[in-house]
């Protein structure tokens, strides 16, 4: 009896950790699907033709519990320089698109706003990820 329920748990397991691994596969997809439709709409050089991701957590959404990750890709203007673009989701949500620009923020959808303080959460409990600073 004892070694059935190990078994059960490791089967269990090796299916959660299988389900992990393809749903961030799916989200690293997606995410490099958005970075490039980003550069592509801005005639940058989408560089490296990826992104990595940078941070993942947990975070509570209309639909639950949901898997926060964040990726950073590198793009070129004109093929000089890098610079950091940001992609984060929500489960497969797009939650934000964003190019590294000094003056303003370039967003997917062809938005441009100042450069703000990060917004809290409407009951201010959740801290929202921030972008990691270069060093170059």
Request: glycine fraction near 10%; charged fraction near 30%.
């Amino acid at each position: 009896m004892a070694a059935m329920s190990t078994a059960l748990v490791m089967i269990t397991a090796l299916g959660l950790l299988a389900w992990l691994w393809l749903d961030g596969a799916r989200a690293r997809e997606l995410a490099t699907r958005l970075a490039q439709t980003l550069c592509d709409r801005r005639g940058l050089q989408f560089l490296d033709g990826t992104v990595v991701l940078r941070r993942m957590g947990l975070r509570r959404g209309d639909n639950g519990l949901r898997i926060r990750r964040m990726f950073s890709f590198d793009y070129s203007r004109e093929g000089s320089g890098r610079h950091v673009g940001w992609v984060i989701l929500l489960g497969t949500q797009v939650e934000l698109v964003q190019l590294d620009e000094p003056e303003e923020k370039a967003t997917l959808q062809g938005e441009s706003r100042s450069e703000e303080a990060p917004q809290r959460d409407g009951e201010g409990k959740v801290v929202p990820f921030q972008r990691p600073r270069r060093r170059d």
